[in-house]
């Protein structure tokens, strides 16, 4: 089956502009989690989608940033406008039911914010 | 959150097996107990997990103290394809309602020589 899939896989943008990152889950997980790692820190949480529905978005670290996941399949990560400290890895992960001992996780996008 | 601990980094020689600690003393009864691995420009890669009991995969063999306050994760044959960041990371089973987002920490780096 196919896997998790993210792009870009590398994104360069300047200061005050947008970004819009997108993950395709394995087809049929109803679950889609986004994760994000900065500046060599830890990864950390962002936010839950069950199908189309935010579960849980206690990660999501300010206003700039914006989820989506309409029809309940792809999900978008927007962020605008992008400041330096955004930069980072961005990942996804899905999973069939919330209860899945495994999530599988896209290699990915890296955000470089000049 | 539950917190586990583990060393930063520990080396191993290809085709030994690595033993990979976990301490958990604050693990509630509900958590299970979840290995992820990171090779290098990859997403997070699901191992194994375990309640109470060893367990046993393809990839790994998950052995888990009676108390449940540490496990190891044991790689029977290491190769240089297993060098990688591996993150112990407790997760609640869901049946008390709670969400099911993954708080890593900052893993073992285990670097394996040829």
Redesign the interface.
Known sequence: EAGVTQFPSHSVIEKGQTVTLRCDPISGHDNLYWYRRVMGKEIKFLLHFVKESKQDESGMPNNRFLAERTGGTYSTLKVQPAELEDSGVYFCASSQFVTSMGYTFGSGTRLTVV | DAKTTQPNSMESNEEEPVHLPCNHSTISGTD?I?WYRQLP??????VI?GLTSNVNNRMASLAIAEDRKSSTLILHRATLRDAAVYYCILRD??SGGS????????GTLLTVNP
Request: aromatic content about 22%; hydrophobic content about 10%.
């Open positions: 299970y979840h420009s990859q997403g997070p890669e699901y997990h089973d869901g969400n099911y987002k993954l708080t890593f920490g900052k």
